[in-house]
């Protein structure tokens, strides 16, 4: 089987559904960007919470054989990003996403539903 990235977008937003993520959003940034199709932005209430699901994330892409580039911030779970090449994930505390507010920055951008997100 072909994996697309669509399918890894969709196996991202399953994990962070598992673990609960809230205002799960993915935008395709495929038109405004050359650094990733997807941006996967989501937040959970504390930073226990944050970094389940970007733990969950991360495993489940090794899982599947997908290549973790890399991850920023998880130790602080605050802000963290995901990058899983051609989708970027960005797992926010509540509190920070609220004040930084991606989804107005990349407003050109349209959102695209995988799973269960809204």
Known sequence: MVKTVED???????????????????????????????????????????????????????????NVRGIEGADEGRWVLIDLEDVVIHVFHREEREFYNLERLWGDAPAVSFGEQG
């Open 8 to 66: 890894l977008a969709r196996l991202v937003v399953k994990a962070a559904e598992e673990k609960k993520a809230e205002n799960l959003i993915v935008l395709d940034i495929s038109k405004q960007s050359v650094i990733a199709d997807y941006f996967v932005i989501c937040h959970g209430n504390n930073e226990r919470q944050v970094q389940a699901i970007v733990n969950e994330i991360r495993d489940q892409a090794h899982k599947h054989g997908y």
